[in-house]
């Protein structure tokens, strides 16, 4: 495996030398605008006082002519003598002032006014600060374009760092998404570096082993046990079907030989349903064929008329129209094996009936009763009502879990005048 700084430490680094490449950049940059700006007003001043020079020497060819400076104006007169003083001058007391006046060409340009007042002379100096204040201007202007420049450039190197530091996570993230599409596990490690990436694929490495054998030992497990299970129920059936062609049987020997028939088949359809829900697949019938929901419920309360005996009891089956869904008919001889058989079992006067129409089948009786509050927790593993005896609170969490593998709604709900109504809701056959 080869080796690479840790992930921490490559963002630690990443960060520090970002920072220090994008100081060292502003802090040359403003060295160089501050020196660029501070020779362009010096040439400027230069070159203006210059032109003004050549200018006033034009006009005055006397060799003893004082050149006026163009940038300064000096004036000292005697103490309150101030008939010579701009008006606008002899109010300020000593001190500096910002002042704005009217400078050759005719345009208002920022002047500093310095008084100086003292028992023998009053002094004013102005001087022109316009091209400072052009400098100002450009300075911020360009220190402006610099800090967009700035930010534009760190945003580029900052994608690009994040890009580096993070490839190696985007990349056991894209590996793992792969495996996971593929449904065959790889092994993760050898394709990073001995770095926290490579210790996260490591640990993934050893959850997916695990993983992996825990679901090879189920599916064993599951395959172990149908087979095993299977094998003696087939024992029993044909052994069964053999003792009813007996012609020396009596009727109840022959009624008991029926319900043994028909728990080895609900023990068969049972088994069924539940290697479906450990595998998490569905089990479309041969060829495409529908499985017809009204004879699966004829099946079911024939099946289970045992659990009314000799209640008083009215079992109605009414079937309004055809209902047909694509599933196993093991898998709703189960669901419908239990809310049927909870009917039966729990009203022990009354009525049962049994609708099967309009995409649905729904199952009312007259027995205790469930608490609204109940209804929906009903379906959960191991939880039971109030009004009902023992039992592990299994049978309805199975119906649950096969009605999300096959998108049917399964409910249950208290009846106004007495009772509970079940309802299993079937997608129509595709």
Not at 95 to 100: F, K, L, N, S
Not at 136 to 154: I, M
Not at 353 to 359: E, K, Q, S
Request: with cysteine.
């Amino acid at each position: 495996m080869r080796y690479r700084r840790r992930l921490r430490s490559r963002i630690i680094i990443s960060f520090a030398l970002f920072g220090l490449g994008l100081t060292a950049l502003f802090a040359a940059a403003t060295v160089y605008m501050r020196t660029r700006l501070e020779d362009q007003l010096v040439n400027t001043t230069l070159e203006r006082e210059l032109r003004h020079f050549v200018d006033f020497k034009r006009e005055n060819l006397s060799p003893d002519a004082q050149f006026p400076m163009s940038l300064i104006q000096l004036q000292i007169v005697r103490a309150g003598r101030t008939a010579t003083v701009p008006l606008a001058w002899q109010n300020f007391e000593a001190g500096v002032y910002d002042i704005e006046d009217i400078g050759r060409e005719g345009k208002t340009r920022p002047y500093k006014l310095a008084v100086y007042k003292d028992g023998d002379f009053w002094a004013y100096l102005r001087f022109d600060v316009s091209t400072q204040k052009l400098g100002e201007r450009q300075l911020l202007t360009v220190l402006a374009a610099s800090v967009l420049a700035f930010a534009v450039l760190s945003l580029v190197i900052g994608f690009w760092l994040s890009a580096r530091v993070m490839s190696p996570v985007i990349e056991l993230a894209n590996r793992v998404r792969a495996m996971s599409r593929s449904g065959r596990p790889e092994l993760l490690k050898g394709h990073f570096a001995d770095d926290e990436v490579g210790q996260l694929a490591a640990a993934l490495d050893d959850y997916s082993t695990r993983l992996t054998e825990m679901v090879q030992r189920d599916r064993e497990f599951n395959a172990d046990v149908s087979h095993e299970l299977r094998t003696p129920l087939a024992v029993i059936a044909s052994t069964t079907e053999l003792l009813q062609g007996s012609p020396d049987l009596t009727d109840k020997l022959r009624e008991r030989l029926r319900r043994i028939e028909r728990a080895v088949r609900q023990s068969s359809e049972l088994i069924d349903a539940l290697l479906l829900l450990s595998r998490r697949e569905r089990q479309a019938p041969t060829d495409g064929e529908t499985t017809d929901v009204a004879r699966v419920v004829e099946q079911v309360v024939d099946a289970q008329r045992p659990h009314v005996a000799n209640k008083p009891v009215d079992v109605r089956v009414e079937i309004e129209q055809p209902l047909a869904t694509v599933a196993p008919s093991s898998v709703v001889a189960v669901a419908l094996s239990n809310l049927i058989g909870n009917a039966f079992k729990y009203t022990q006067a009354g009525e049962v009936i049994v609708t099967v129409g309009h995409g649905r089948v729904t199952v009312e009786d007259t027995g205790p009763g469930i608490k609204p509050e109940d209804a929906d927790k009903l379906f959960e593993r191991g939880v039971r009502g109030t009004t009902v005896g023992k039992g592990g609170g299994l049978g309805l969490a199975i119906v649950r879990r096969l009605c999300e593998l096959y998108g049917w709604t399964v409910s249950l709900a208290p009846r106004p005048q007495g009772g509970a109504t079940a309802t299993l809701e079937f997608n129509s056959p595709r």
